[in-house]
Structures are given as structure tokens and as C-alpha cells.
């Protein structure tokens, strides 16, 4: 006797599993708040210099080594903004960036591909991401 088999859609494989490596889960800002408290305060830029070899090692993929996100990101119809862009970077607060990076793109209302990081970055690295990403613009 053949076994039916299930349709695609709910057959686990390597697809689903990758598709679930970048899509946020639940409780994912929640674990990001348990290990670094997600909450800024006081002056949020720490060391640029610090922060580029991070921003290399974490971000440049979908961001670009120089903030321009000239670069293919996949499940997006839009890359990520351009973080040269004095204009747009103004819009920006720190506190803003210390979220999106700590817990996340849905965490500010961004696309779910941007990682929270809180759980791999302390606290001082995400100040330090953050004075490196304002060089990108000078703001």
C-alpha cells in the first residue's frame, strides 16, 4: 500500500526550516529581553571603532559595509533603508536603533527579517553599533 504524501505546505524540509531560521517566532523579543534588558537609557553611543568590526560581522550583509543596503536581501520587496542618508537617519533616535537592533525589526514596526540581536550583542555593543551606524550619515 502507497503512503499519501502531505502536501508541501505542511511537510517539514529544508525550505520551512530556513523560512523559520529568519522569520521571528513567538517569545523571540521576549528571550532578546532576557538576556540584554532591551531598554536604553543614558547616552547610547558607545565606541564607533568597536562598533564597525560588529556592524561587519552582524549587520553588513543586509546593511552593506557602508550603511547603503545596495545589496539583495531575501522575503524582502524592499532592502533596508540607507543609513548614509543624513535626511532619513534624522527621523531616527537612538532609542529607535537600540531597539531594532536589540529586539528586532517587528519590535519597531520594521520587517520581521531583521534579527533581535539582544540575545547575541550586550549592551555596550549595540551602543557601539549604534555610534558606528551614525557614521554612515554624520548625525
Same mark, same amino acid.
Not at 529581553?33 to 558607545?46: K, V
Not at 533603508?81 to 536589540?102: E, G
Given at each position: 500500500?502507497?503512503?499519501?504524501?502531505?502536501?508541501?505546505?505542511?511537510?517539514?524540509?529544508? =525550505? *520551512? /526550516?530556513? &523560512?523559520?531560521?529568519?522569520?521571528?517566532?513567538? +517569545? #523571540?523579543?521576549?528571550? $532578546?529581553?532576557?538576556?540584554?534588558?532591551?531598554?536604553?537609557?543614558?547616552?547610547?553611543?558607545?565606541?564607533?571603532?568597536?562598533? =564597525? *568590526? /560588529?556592524? &561587519?560581522?552582524?549587520?553588513?550583509?543586509?546593511? +552593506? #559595509?557602508?550603511?547603503? $543596503?545596495?545589496?539583495?536581501?531575501?522575503?524582502?520587496?524592499?532592502?533596508?533603508?540607507?543609513?548614509?542618508?543624513?535626511?532619513?537617519?534624522?527621523?531616527?533616535?537612538?532609542?529607535?536603533?537600540?531597539?531594532?537592533?536589540?529586539?528586532?525589526?517587528?519590535?519597531?514596526?520594521?520587517?520581521?527579517?531583521?534579527?533581535?540581536?539582544?540575545?547575541?550583542?550586550?549592551?555596550?555593543?549595540?551602543?557601539?553599533?549604534?555610534?558606528?551606524?551614525?557614521?554612515?550619515?554624520?548625525?
Amino acid at each position: 500500500m502507497r503512503r499519501a504524501l502531505r502536501p508541501a505546505a505542511v511537510r517539514p524540509g529544508l =525550505a *520551512a /526550516l530556513l &523560512l523559520a531560521a529568519w522569520l521571528p517566532v513567538a +517569545g #523571540a523579543a521576549d528571550t $532578546a529581553l532576557a538576556a540584554n534588558n532591551c531598554s536604553p537609557s543614558g547616552d547610547l553611543r558607545g565606541d564607533p571603532e568597536r562598533g =564597525a *568590526a /560588529l556592524h &561587519l560581522k552582524h549587520c553588513a550583509d543586509c546593511h +552593506g #559595509a557602508d550603511g547603503r $543596503a545596495n545589496v539583495i536581501v531575501m522575503h524582502m520587496d524592499q532592502g533596508p533603508a540607507d543609513q548614509s542618508d543624513a535626511t532619513y537617519m534624522r527621523t531616527l533616535t537612538d532609542q529607535y536603533l537600540y531597539v531594532a537592533t536589540c529586539k528586532g525589526g517587528l519590535a519597531v514596526g520594521k520587517n520581521g527579517v531583521m534579527p533581535a540581536w539582544g540575545d547575541v550583542l550586550s549592551d555596550q555593543a549595540i551602543r557601539d553599533l549604534i555610534a558606528h551606524i551614525r557614521t554612515f550619515s554624520g548625525t
